[in-house]
């Protein structure tokens, strides 16, 4: 069978600073190159049997215990960790199969290195198998921020060239010699002898009990720069602290307490785990129980890079779903706690395990495959959240005055209906081939618009939810009935598991979902009907429903622990019972072809876009 492999990259997120925006879009691109070659490994990896994360010994056997946390996105929660004799808290509930990890790998690989299937395929295993479950070890899971750095003022003395001083103040910082992180302020470039309070806000990621250095420079006209203070300090407590001694300069800095964005990851895949148990009956996203690997503070060099601020899933095995650690400048790393955003990358997971090799990242396939991943998002999102859910990914977590990255209910209100460079996201269009729709043939541009296109279905999938009337953008009139947000998500996990292939366009979507609404409430249903409908309000149907329905192509009659089926010599006859299990693959002949099934079964029969359900006695 084959499987589907590719990075999927869901996000786009780069809340970096605008004079950045040129170099992160390059990243964009050598990502996407990276999903080349990612694909190449296609047939290697898919005989290979999924690593399994093995904990180290010192956790093993450890009990489940629940904490209230304080998460940074979903609030107050009571998260399901493991516990040791020493009181040490991991992110590890192996009873939901989610295991939230440090994704720090160690490799000599850089992302630019051609390397063979092989050495790839070992390499996503030992970063598995070496990452270190998030840890904390008294339950305190929160970690430190440098926050702010001032200084009071100083007056100019002998080590202070009066003819050429400026109020330009260097903040920096080093940890073991090495330098981390520099800011500067400047001043209005008059001559001065008194140089008055500064205060500069930094947003540095500290780690506990950690020493670093912290340098206070005053740079001069011309560029040369006097180092006024240097001392040492800890991150073990926040506060707002005096520099130790004020000989020269007075001066402060301030340490505060963040949220630790592990908690919302572990938080999210849990729950997530909870809601395809609950609604889908699935154990785990492969309903094989498969471990949730969610790696937090992503940097694998090899699948990830430098380029860190992005959520992503990989849809190869072993499978994962991974978060940065926000962007190196802004450090806004609590971005990716958000619900839906980590349930989109989970979604992935289930398409990427579906059995049938998943969705392929490119063109119309890889726009499909983003807009199950959020629809199925927000579905998790309605069930999980309830009244606090809403049609919106990444809803104000952008920054930049965003209000989100994608709207489902308004797909050209999208980012705000305007294209945000700071969080690459944008208006999509709500109608196939209309407004903001991107040539899918356009490998150099989002892989063919993947992060675009995805509206069409987007809004297709909330019509069929909510209900609207409207005009589309070929200038039709539409009006569809929602059917209730409990049965559309049941007919996409249908689609996924029983329809999907891999290059699937819009047009096979449209035909798929019709099919799997025939199986689910029958052809003269109310739910076919709409879902019809919605194709036509997307402008992926160009006439009204009911002349779309597909014409019966096979005949099949039920025998005594057979089916016997009558379709065209050379067709494919696919057998699945009511599970959506795949039984069958037979290869029709000319007049009837036999299949033996179990008697007394309900099977489901599906030849070409044609599907029919048959008791067999
Ligand atoms: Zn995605």
Redesign the pocket.
Known sequence: MRKTISF????FMVAGISAQTSAQYDELIQVRSNNGKAKELNTCLSASVPVQYVLPEEYEGKTIVEREVDTYYSGKKTLRMQQAEDGTYILVDPERCTYTLEGLAKSDLTRYDVVSDETLAAHTASFIKNAKPKMDADGDWDFFELKQVGVLGFEANDSVDLDTCRMNYIFWLEKDGKWLFSNQTYGDGSLVDTVPPVEMLINYHLDRDSTYTLKVLHRTYGGKETELYSFDFTASESGRFQFPDSNLIDGYYEISRVPNHALDVHYVMNMTNVYYKEVHGRNSFDNAGAPVYAFVDFNDPVWYGEWTNNA??SSIPPYFVAVGCGSKWTKDLTNFGSFDLLA??YA?LVVAANGRGGLEATGESGAL??AI?DCMSVATDFYINKDNANWQIADGVTGNGIPNMRDLSNPKMSSGGVFSPNTLSYPQPDTYGGENWVDPKNQNYDNGGI?FNNGVFNYWFYLLTEGGSGINDNEQSYEVEGIGMQKTEKLLMHIILNYLTPRMNYAKMRIASQSAAIDLWGEKSEEYAQVANAWFAVGVADKTPVDNVETKTFNVYSAKGNIIVEAEENEIIDVYNLLGQHLASVEAQSGFTSIPVANNSVVIVKVGKDTRKVVVK
Do not use: K
């Open positions: 999927v990259l869901a996000l992503a899933a989109h990358e992935h495959n983003e991943a992060h």
